[in-house]
Each structure stands twice: as C-alpha cells, then as structure tokens.
C-alpha cells in the first residue's frame, strides 16, 4: 500500500504531466487550414485536402523551408510524391526541425519561429491588427486576413499568390501592379536541391503587356506567348493552349 506521501507526490506528477499537456495543447493546433493569432502550427491541410503547407528537407541537405504542396490524389498514379507549388522562405532556409509556423501575438504577422535565431517573416504588413488569422484556402492560397470581433473576416492582409515562386496555379496573376510597382513573376530554383532565386524568371513583359516572356538573370531570353483576342497563343510548348487564361489592363494592373 502506498503511503500518503508517495500517493501526494504521485498525484503531483500527474498534475504537472496534465498542466504540461494543456499548455503544449493550447499552443500547437492539430492538422486544420485555419491559424489563429498566437498559435503554433507545423502544418495545414486545406479543406478539400488538396493542398498542405508544412516543412520539407531537400535530399542530401540540412536545410528545411515551410512550403505548400499540392497533394496527388492515388488515382493520377504510383508517383506519391508532392508537388511543391510555393515556399515561404526559399532564400532563408532553417537548419533543424523545430520550425513552426505562428501569427505573431503582437503584431499579427506571418512568422516562422525555430530554434536557430530570429523568427522569419512570412508577411511584413503594418499595422496588420491585434485579431490576424491565416487559413490555406481550397486552391493552394494562403492568406492572412483581419478578424471581426464576430469572426467574420474584415479584410484581406496578405496572400501567397502575390509572392509565387515557380508555379504558377488557377486564379494567380502574372504581371504589375501599376499602383504599387509589384510584379507577379515565377522564378526559377537555383538548383535542383535548393530553392532559392534561380537565373531565371518569366512574366508578363512591362514593353509589351500582351507578351509573356522569360528572362535570364535580368536581360530578355525569350517570348513563349501572346495574348490575341480572349486567346493565349503559345509559341513553344503547345500544352500551354489547354488551360484557360484571362488577360487584364487597367489603371491598376497589367
């Protein structure tokens, strides 16, 4: 029969093992799409279960980037491996495992925190709010958006797809925001082991709004298409034509 201290120090383990539990549980969310502000994740799972956003390890490397991916579904066949559609920090990679992805209580930025040194900006938004949250949408967009008391969204923060890296998805833009000087812009990896800014990139070109055309580390290198009237005409891989495209120019955008 135990005694009544060692029951006491028993119940006191068990205590600080529950109160351990709660804390890292209050912290750290299980798999969903949505992050709110002072939470920890390691991944998100869009809804449809379509798209996950979580930490890679290129072969060969000690390097680790937080990336979305688009999951395959089984039937498009026996190759289960990811595409890799957009990668938060490319060029400032982390060199261990305990990356987490968090909206800053403070100041409700996009951060990625690790033991290795200072957080990471995901966003730099100004003044982004006291009540942020995030949430990997549907079609492989992650934003981050202000939060009505009622929880209904206010306004949109920011978005991934004003930041593509080298894949270009349904209902993201190529070219320049003409009010901000932005331009949306795929760019290649560097190597097929790292993801940092490569030689090239392709857009839309600022001389002619109706070309698309890619560069190798800043000079022209070639045209790969044309809009002509409500039609994209590819002139190198005819596999372009498949998809649908649409085409803007405006005050704001071109």
């Not at 026996?78 to 938060?88: G, H």
């Not at 951060?111 to 900006?121: F, Q, S, W």
């Not at 080298?166 to 070219?175: E, H, I, Q, R, S």
């Not at 490569?198 to 290198?221: Q, Y």
Request: hydrophobic fraction near 35%; glycine fraction near 8%.
């Amino acid at each position: 029969m135990a005694s009544g201290k060692e029951t006491n120090c028993s119940l006191f383990r068990f205590s600080l093992c529950f109160l351990l539990l709660l804390i890292i549980g209050s912290c750290y969310c299980q798999s969903t799409n949505n992050l709110r502000q002072g939470r920890l994740v390691k991944e998100l799972i869009s809804a449809n279960q379509r798209f996950r956003l979580g930490f890679f390890n290129p072969p060969s490397t000690t390097t680790h980037y937080l990336a979305i991916s688009y999951i395959k579904p089984h039937e498009l066949g026996d190759d289960e491996t990811d595409k890799l559609v957009w990668i938060a920090n490319r060029n400032t990679p982390i060199f261990d495992t305990s990356g987490s992805l968090t909206v800053d209580s403070n100041d409700g930025n996009l951060k990625i925190v690790h033991n290795g040194g200072d957080p990471i900006a995901v966003s730099s938004i100004r003044r982004a709010g006291n009540n942020t949250s995030a949430t990997l949408q549907d079609y492989g967009n992650l934003v981050l958006q202000e939060i009505n008391p009622d929880g209904s969204t206010w306004r949109l923060l920011w978005q991934s797809f004003d930041y593509p890296t080298d894949t270009f998805l349904p209902a993201m833009k190529l070219g320049i925001n003409l009010e901000t000087g932005q331009k949306w812009l795929l760019q290649s990896w560097i190597t097929e082991e790292s993801p940092a800014q490569g030689s090239f990139t392709l857009g839309v070109d600022p001389n002619f709004t109706n070309h698309l055309s890619i560069w190798w580390r800043g000079d022209f290198h070639s045209n790969i298409g044309i809009w002509r009237t409500e039609k994209f005409d590819s002139l190198g891989d005819s596999t372009i034509s498949d998809f649908i495209f649409s085409y803007t120019s405006n005050k704001q955008e071109k």
